[in-house]
C-alpha cells in the first residue's frame, strides 16, 4: 500500500467520532506493535485501518472499544449513555494490590471510566443500543459498573424497543468486588431476559477473549451469537481445565471455530464483514417491528 | 470417639488435646508439681477451645463449610421433607448426580428442591463428581425449574459447590451457556424462591441455582465470586496467601448480610454444624418456614418484579 492509498483510505473510512469517548494514549498513531498472531511487525496506523486485522495471517488483534465503536456504528450517530456511572471499592479490597489503584491504573491505561462503553448507535440505518467490551480495563472483567451499565442497556432499548448490540471481551468476574461482582451475572442474566421476552432482537459479538461471568450470564443470551475468527470463548480458561483435568488440552479448545463446532456458538465473522453481516441479521430479527410499521 | 476430620485451625487444639490425653495415661500420684502443670494444660485448651470456635476467621469458616461430615443437601431433604419424589435428567444428555431435584412436602408445603450435591465417601464422591455439575446437571435443575413454575410449586434450594465443574467436556457441552439460561429462567419463575448456603457456594456454579427471593446462609457456609485459593494464585501467585484472600472477599455469612446481599444468618452449634446438625435442620427448616410464609401470598407476577428490583439493586457505584 503506497502512502496516497493509505490517505485515500484513512478519507473512505467512516469515521465517527464515538461520543466523548476518549483516544486512549496506548495506541496513537506511528506506533509499531507485534501481531499476536504470526510475530510479524505491524504499523498502528495502517493496523487500525485494517481494523486491527493483521494484514499478513489475518489474525483478530484487539480492539479499544472507541476502535469497535467507530467500526460499526454510522458517522455521528454514537451517543454514549450512563458514561457517569463509575466505578467504587466496596469491599475497601486491599489484598496485594489495592483496588482502588487497579482502578486508577486502568482508567489511565485506557482513557476509559469502565470496561464497558454503552449508548444509542445507528448502524446501517437501524437504531440499535451498543455496548463494546474494552480488555483493557482490568481484563474487562464486570463489576457492579458493567452489570449497571448492561442491565440499564436493555432497560433502555426494551423501553424504546430497541435491538441490542454487545461486543463483548473480558476475563469474567471483577473479583474485588466480591459478592456484588457475582450477582451481577444474575442482573444481566434478568435483563437480558426481560428485553427478550418484550420480543426485542438481541445480538451478541464475542471476542477474543470471553471467559467467566460475562460468558456464563449476558453475553450467550442473545437470539443470534456471533465469535470473531479465532476469539477464545468459555467458562473456565484453559489454564484452569488443564490443572484440573491434569491433560493436555485438545488442539484448538476454546477457540471459536471450536465453539462453532460444538454448537455453541452461530457463526464466525471475520471482522471485515461483521458491519454489513450485523445489519442483514437484523433485517431478520426485526421482521416483525418492520411490518407493524 | 472416632477419629475426626481435623481442620487446619484446630490442629494446635487438637495437639494440645492429645498431650493431655497422654500425660492423664500416666500415674502422677507422686508428683505434685506435675499433676499442677496437668490441670493448667486443661484450663488453657478449655481457654484455646473457646478461643478457636468462638472468633472464626473466614478462613476457618471456609474449612468448616468443606468438612467431609458437615450436613449436605441430602441430609436436608431426608430431614426436612416428606414424599420426596427425585427426577432425573436433563432429557439431551444424561442425569448429573452433582445436582439434586425433586418434589418434596416441608409440613404441609409442597415444593420444588433443588440443590448441589457431594458426596459422602469416595465413591460417592467420584459419582456426584465433588459437587461440581456438568451443563446437564443446570438443565436437570432447568426443567426442574419450569414445572416449578407451571404447578405454582415454591422452590428451595440448597447450595453446596466448590464450583461448576471446569473441565473439557463440560465446556464443549456449554457450561456457560446452561449457568447463563439458568439465571434467566430463575429470574423469572412465578413462584417463590428460598435459597440456603449450606456449604460452599463456588461462584457462578453456585449462583446458578443461587438467588431469589430469599438468601439464608448457614453461619459457617460462604458464597464467594472466587474461591480464596484462586483469587490468592492471582493476587499472589501462590494459592498459599488464601487465608488473606478470604478475608478480603467478605464472603462469610455475617459479612454478607452486612454488605447487603444475603437475608439471614442461621446460626450453627460452637465448631460447625457437623457437630450436631439436628438443631441446624431444625432452624433451617424454620427459617424456610418463615419465609414462605411471607412469600406465597404474593402474586406470580408480583415475585418476578420485586426479584428484579432485587437483584437490579445489587452493586455499589459512584455516579
Known sequence: ?293 | MARRHIMEFERPLVELESKLAELRRLDLTGDPQLLLEVSALAEEIERLRRETYEHLDPWARVQISRHPERPKTDDYVTALFTDVIEIHGDRAYGDDEAIFAGFGTYGTRKLVILGHRKGTDTKSNVRRNFGSPHPEGYRKAMRAMRLADKFGLPIVTFLDTAGAYPGIEAEERGQALAIAESLALLSGVRVPVVVFGIGEGGSGGALAIGFGDRLIMLENAYYSVISPEMCSNILYKDPGQAKTAAECLKMTADELVAIGIADEVVREPLGGAHRDPAPVFEAVGAALARALDELVSQEGHELVERRYARLREIGEYGS
Open chain 1, 1 to 293: 500500500m503506497s502512502i496516497a492509498d493509505w490517505f485515500s483510505a484513512r478519507e473512505r473510512r467512516r469515521y465517527v467520532r464515538a461520543g466523548d469517548v476518549s483516544v486512549p494514549a496506548d495506541v496513537a498513531d506511528g506506533v509499531w506493535v507485534k501481531c499476536d498472531g504470526c510475530g510479524k511487525t505491524l504499523y498502528e496506523g495502517e493496523l487500525v485501518e485494517q481494523l486491527r486485522v493483521c494484514r499478513h495471517c489475518g489474525h483478530h488483534l484487539a480492539m479499544t472499544a472507541p476502535q469497535r465503536i467507530e467500526s460499526l456504528a454510522d458517522e455521528g450517530s454514537f451517543e454514549e449513555t450512563e458514561k457517569g456511572l463509575t466505578p467504587v471499592d466496596p469491599l475497601s479490597f486491599a489484598a496485594a494490590k489495592p483496588y482502588t489503584e487497579s482502578l486508577a491504573s486502568a482508567r489511565e491505561k485506557s482513557g476509559l471510566e469502565e470496561a464497558v462503553v454503552t449508548g444509542r448507535a445507528r448502524i446501517g440505518g437501524i437504531p440499535v443500543m451498543l455496548a463494546v467490551m474494552d480488555f483493557r480495563f482490568i481484563g474487562a472483567s464486570m463489576g457492579s459498573v458493567v452489570g449497571e451499565k448492561i442491565a440499564r442497556l436493555f432497560e433502555q432499548a426494551t423501553a424504546a424497543r430497541l435491538p441490542v448490540i454487545i461486543v463483548t471481551a473480558s476475563g469474567g468476574a471483577r473479583m474485588q468486588e466480591g459478592m456484588f461482582s457475582l450477582m451481577q451475572m444474575a442482573k444481566t442474566a434478568a435483563a437480558a431476559k426481560r428485553h427478550s421476552d418484550a420480543g426485542l432482537a438481541y445480538v451478541s459479538v464475542l471476542t477474543n477473549p470471553t471467559y467467566g461471568g460475562v460468558t456464563a450470564s449476558f453475553a450467550v443470551l442473545a437470539d443470534v451469537l456471533i465469535a470473531e475468527p479465532g476469539a477464545m470463548i468459555g467458562f473456565a480458561g484453559p489454564r484452569l481445565v488443564e490443572q484440573t483435568i491434569r491433560q493436555k488440552l485438545p488442539k484448538g479448545f476454546q477457540t471459536a471455530e471450536f465453539m462453532l463446532e460444538h454448537g455453541m456458538v452461530d457463526e464466525v465473522v471475520p471482522r471485515a464483514e461483521l458491519r454489513e453481516h450485523l445489519v442483514t441479521l437484523l433485517g431478520y430479527l426485526r421482521a416483525r417491528q418492520d411490518r407493524a410499521s
